[in-house]
């Protein structure tokens, strides 16, 4: 499959550094908020956990195909927002 690079951001613009999880793959840290990480293409879920382990901030996001000029410099944009 694919892959592409993206870079998660909360709505609220903090959490610069936390951890972010894809797919409910909380065993492997995929990336980390405002820093670009490759992902694989379709449907994907990232997430934040809070120190008890509930998920904090979501967001569903279809990634598709790489566009042309996808690189680490230029990502697509993952919007997270709080789960309430």
């Given amino acids: 499959m694919a892959r ?9 613009g903090d959490g610069i550094g936390d951890n972010v999880y894809v ?30 382990n509930e998920i904090t901030w979501r967001k569903w996001q279809l990634i598709g195909f790489p566009a042309p000029g996808n690189t680490e410099e230029n990502p697509a944009i993952v919007l997270m927002h709080p789960v309430s």
């Fill in 23 to 52: 797919n409910g793959n909380y065993a492997d840290v995929a990336g980390f908020i405002g820093t670009p990480f490759m992902t694989e293409t379709g449907n994907n879920i990232f997430e934040t956990l809070s120190f008890d």
């Fill in 4 to 12: 592409s690079w993206v870079v998660v951001e909360r709505s609220d």
